[in-house]
């Protein structure tokens, strides 16, 4: 809808070019000779007069050409994501292709454990039954030797028949307690494949709903990018229908065009965050992340040494920040700044979730993750130094500064999100050297 409705104000813009083309040009400076005449009239060449509107057509070009380059650097970049997503989309597929194959050799091992368990425990109960038979027999025994004795016919048989009793029944009773010590370390064994199992099978949801999460951002991707063609489209006819028309008219094209480029790269900032949560449920998925770690007590270190603040976190009257809450634009982080191109480092250990190269936004800009919900964004860099499943610790080198994207001079955009909420970094970075 918010798609249809630009290109209809976009098309009422140009019909007002179109209309106001009509009746550009004044009386003939030279009248036609009367037929009644003889005489030839020559009629001088016309000398144009200069448009005093050529200026601000000039500025106008200028201004559209300027947003045609961005649109198209844009398009370019979205483009690159769209194919580093469509990989990405492959790699978690055939990893859920290997957990599956896990999934399937625990499931066996489990079946094949309970065969045992069953065949252990119905020996144990055969040697249960001999057990109580021999205890029978003993108990059936006469109680005196002597009488043994006289069943027997001598001292020796009498001894030797009640040695046989006894070695026979330790020897069942030995029997009876090794298989039952056989069947609590096959159950024992079956609970630690079981464990596995539950494991394995968790991991392959965290991986499915991770690539759930890959199409929907390459969903968002593609259209993304399909507006950024319109948008080319319309910029490139109003470049084309931009003079001999009122200044005001396509002042208020340029403005529409730009709002519309302003919303897709709004989005822009979106997406990059979407693409840091794909990373930190794959960084769960393999474990990478420390746990039970939480913003209380966090300490930040400066990701630049010798760096100086230049912007604040909280409201802003700068158009290119994005809205947050009552606030039309919002700082979501702060800006500190050094001489060009010195080396940015993480703040803290963690696990980089989100390399990103574009020419708007945030420009080039690494996203680490910390555990317990808590992630740091590098913005603006001049270069990336990791990739996307790099365990990185405390002050080691992510890139360096740079003024990429959306930015007005070398420094860094360094921004905190805790469970997906901007929070002021100031308070958690380490006080600087005096």
Known sequence: MKR????????????????????????????????????????????????????????????????????????????????????????????????????????????????????????????????????????????????????????????????DLVIAGQRAHALQARLEADLLKLQADRAARQADLDRESATRDRLAASLNTLNDLMNTQSDISNQLSDVIAQIQDAQNGVHDQPPDVTAQLAALLESQEQDLIQRSYQLAWSAAHVGVGLALVTHMLPSGKTVAGLTLSWPMAGA???????????????????????????????????????????????????????????????GGGIMTLYGHLLETDVIVGNAVARGQRVGLEGSTGWSTGPHVHFELRVNDSVVDPMPYLLKLAS
Not at 79 to 88: H, R, V, Y
Not at 345 to 350: F, K, P, Y
Request: hydrophobic content about 45%; aromatic content about 4%.
């Open 4 to 163: 249809a409705v630009g290109a209809l104000a976009l098309a009422g813009a140009l019909m007002v070019l179109q209309v106001s083309a009509v009746s550009a040009t004044g009386p003939s400076p030279c009248p036609s000779p009367s037929s009644a005449s003889a005489a030839r009239v020559s009629c001088p060449a016309a000398t144009p007069t200069p448009d005093p509107n050529q200026a601000a057509y000039d500025q106008l070009l200028s201004r559209l050409g300027g947003d045609l380059a961005k649109a198209l650097t844009s398009e370019e970049q979205l483009t690159a994501a769209l194919d580093q997503t469509s990989t990405s989309v492959q790699i978690v597929t055939d990893q859920i292709t290997q957990e599956e194959t896990v999934i399937a050799n625990l499931q066996d091992q489990i079946a094949q454990l309970d065969t045992q368990i069953a065949d252990t425990q119905a020996r144990i109960d055969v040697e249960k039954e001999q057990v109580a038979a021999m205890a029978k027999a003993i108990y059936r025994q006469p109680n005196s030797l002597w009488l043994l004795v006289a069943r027997t016919g001598n001292l020796h048989d009498a001894l030797q028949a009640t040695a």
């Open 308 to 370: 100086r603040v230049t912007q604040l976190f909280g409201p802003s009257d700068l158009l290119l920040e994005p809205p947050l809450g009552p606030y039309k634009h919002f700082h979501a982080g702060v800006d500190i700044a050094a001489p060009f191109g010195t080396t940015v480092m993480a703040a803290a250990d963690g696990v980089v979730v989100a390399v990103g190269h574009s020419k708007v936004g945030y420009g080039n800009y690494v996203v680490i993750a910390h």
